[in-house]
T-cell receptor, first 116, second 115 residues
Framework: AQKITQTQPGMFVQEKEAVTLDCTYDTSDPSYGLFWYKQPSSGEMIFLIYQGSYDQQNATEGRYSLNFQKARKSANLVISASQLGDSAMYFCAMREGETGNEKLTFGTGTRLTIIP | NAGVTQTPKFQVLKTGQSMTLQCAQDMNHNSMYWYRQDPGMGLRLIYYSASEGTTDKGEVPNGYNVSRLNKREFSLRLESAAPSQTSVYFC??????????????FGDGTRLSIL
């Protein structure tokens, strides 16, 4: 079974609109972390936002917020007021494992295209 | 702010050749990782090193070896390259912390083509 599932291979969104990128995960470990990374066409991996499994509040970082629904095992990324520079691949990832032995598992990504 | 530095950035090999991808980080991180990224797929873990002197297999270790030379450097070796190893390779580092939001910091990647 996939540990991280991103069901939207591609999305097109009008500039200045909000966009939600879906991510569901599968784990039996009570302690885990969820990350979102952005990969622009230049190829580098840019960390966006983090949510810990014990965090009570949804994480926010500027225009990025994470809609964390633990019971549904979903961790959707919300980008408000999208910009042309948001066009990129977006990856959801889950960290599991004991301290010092953590590993990240990545989803297959969503390609977001912002339309002017 | 160098962060994680990978060399080379691009490489073309012939089937059967060997090569070593180099990775160095200047953030004093204990943990380092090697991933490969193939079209339409996310990053898949090849090997990781939780600390200097230790290495462990990830999801796709076959055909690769690694060396954690010191705390800064973690190299990936292809002993006999195969076309199936054509990919983009990323090195990453992080501080351990099961409950922390410490992200993995990535290098810019190495595009490797095997003919």
């Amino acid at each position: 079974a996939q540990k991280i599932t991103q069901t939207q291979p591609g999305m097109f969104v009008q500039e200045k609109e909000a966009v939600t990128l879906d991510c569901t995960y599968d784990t039996s470990d009570p302690s885990y972390g969820l990350f979102w990374y952005k990969q622009p066409s230049s190829g580098e991996m840019i960390f966006l936002i983090y949510q810990g499994s014990y965090d009570q509040q949804n994480a926010t970082e500027g225009r990025y917020s994470l809609n964390f629904q633990k019971a549904r095992k979903s961790a959707n990324l919300v980008i408000s007021a999208s910009q042309l520079g948001d066009s990129a691949m977006y990856f959801c990832a889950m960290r599991e494992g004991e301290t010092g032995n953590e590993k990240l598992t990545f989803g297959t990504g969503t390609r977001l295209t912002i339309i002017p | 702010n160098a962060g994680v530095t990978q060399t080379p950035k691009f490489q073309v090999l012939k089937t059967g050749q060997s090569m070593t991808l180099q990775c160095a980080q200047d953030m004093n991180h204990n943990s380092m990782y090697w991933y490969r990224q193939d079209p339409g797929m996310g990053l898949r873990l090849i090997y990781y090193s939780a600390s200097e002197g230790t290495t462990d297999k990830g999801e796709v270790p076959n055909g690769y070896n690694v060396s954690r030379l010191n705390k800064r450097e973690f190299s990936l070796r292809l002993e006999s390259a195969a076309p199936s190893q054509t990919s983009v390779y990323f090195c990453a580092s992080s501080e351990p912390g099961q409950y922390s939001g410490q992200p993995q910091h990535f290098g810019d990647g190495t595009r490797l083509s095997i003919l």
